[in-house]
């Protein structure tokens, strides 16, 4: 799966953790529970395959993903 193929809140999720935004700050920022900040972190690594944000900041360099 491409992270173009994300929801629209994954995308916004994704944006934020490249920003080095910590899940409490995310959930602020997008009105959500922590909870749901999680949940959507997980769903975001396995659409993504990939397991920690590390990984995911490594696959969307080597995908060429720019933040918009």
């Known amino acids: 799966m491409?992270?173009?193929?994300l929801t629209p809140r994954q995308r916004d999720i994704v944006s934020a953790l490249r920003k080095g935004y910590s899940n409490e700050q995310i959930a602020r920022n997008l009105g959500l529970r922590l909870q749901s900040v999680k949940?959507?972190?997980?769903?975001?690594y396995s659409k993504l395959g990939v397991r920690s944000r590390l990984e995911l900041g490594m696959y969307l360099n080597q995908s060429g993903e720019n933040e918009h």
Not at 2 to 5: Q, R, S, T, V, W
Not at 39 to 44: D, G, K, M, P, V
């Open 39 to 44: 949940n959507q972190l997980s769903i975001i």
């Open 2 to 5: 491409k992270p173009d193929e």
